[in-house]
């Protein structure tokens, strides 16, 4: 069995390899990958989308996220299942959802049950305390609905990112995250772009907190000279935003949560 391991822990102090220890005493045969432990810190909807994004790349298994802002507070603990019969473990902040609606949500448990956490549970490290323990139990084969009460899946927390604007030849997005090499990545697609006439190729202007940025339309960074800006379909089939060898993000002053507007330019 695997457990995929997803946090803003970091690598610098010893949050990942502590989680890792008390999945191994609990289940020593299980499997860890790594995802990230990268992600910016409290940056639930970050988490939510390289969650999303990199779950059809995984064995089925147990998927532990742990993006946590909330933590000690009255936020709930979480264990779900979805039509594939993947198990995922986390908080209820909207971490979780994302991933696992794409196969559709089909069971929903609040981690109630002592027997499947650490004796004693710290108020500021439910990660060690009570998901690590849960996700391996889990993978040992510990039905879900042991772990506690079901819940409503109506009830759990959801991320609200406002949809796409396409109208009169103008995208209105969202940033939603930027990655460590500062590319942007939008709530935008292929086809919404295409909708208002930019095609690979084609010349586009980028307004961003009240500036605007010519860009191209490339397939890849290589398509474009050192500098320039670029529009491009990122690995995970969204629009992003990059500079050939550069930092867009840092160029562009852009953080997730603003909202950008993206035209064909005349």
Request: proline share 7%; glycine share 10%.
């Amino acid at each position: 069995m695997f457990i995929t391991f997803l946090t803003d822990f970091g690598l610098q102090d010893d949050f990942v390899g502590t989680c890792h220890g008390v999945m191994k005493r609990i289940a020593p045969d299980v499997q860890v990958i790594d995802i990230t432990h990268g992600i910016p810190a409290q940056a639930v909807l970050q988490g939510s989308l390289v969650l999303a994004n990199t779950i059809a790349y995984m064995p089925v298994g147990v998927h532990l996220a742990v993006v946590d802002p909330g933590v000690g507070g009255p936020r709930r603990p979480l264990a779900l299942e979805d039509g594939e019969g993947r198990l995922y473990v986390g908080p209820d902040n909207g971490l979780l959802l994302p991933a696992a609606r794409r196969a559709g949500l089909v069971a929903a448990h609040e981690l109630a049950n002592p027997a499947y956490a650490l004796e004693t549970i710290s108020r500021t490290f439910h990660g060690r305390d009570l998901f690590a323990p849960a996700a391996a139990h889990l993978a040992l084969g510990v039905p879900l609905e042991e772990l506690g009460p079901p819940l409503d899946p109506e009830s759990l927390v959801s991320l609200d990112v406002l949809p796409p604007e396409i109208r009169d030849g103008i995208a209105l997005a969202t940033v939603l995250y930027v990655d460590s090499f500062g590319n942007i990545a939008l709530n935008l697609t292929r086809e919404d772009v295409e909708k208002i006439g930019i095609v690979s190729g084609a010349q586009v202007e980028i307004e961003l907190a009240g500036e605007s940025y010519y860009a191209v339309a490339a397939r890849t960074f290589t398509d474009a000279r050192p500098g320039d800006v670029i529009l491009y379909q990122d690995s995970y089939a969204n629009m992003s935003v990059a500079i050939s060898r550069g930092s867009a993000a840092r160029i562009l002053h852009a953080s997730p949560g603003q909202r950008i507007r993206v035209s064909p330019r005349l």
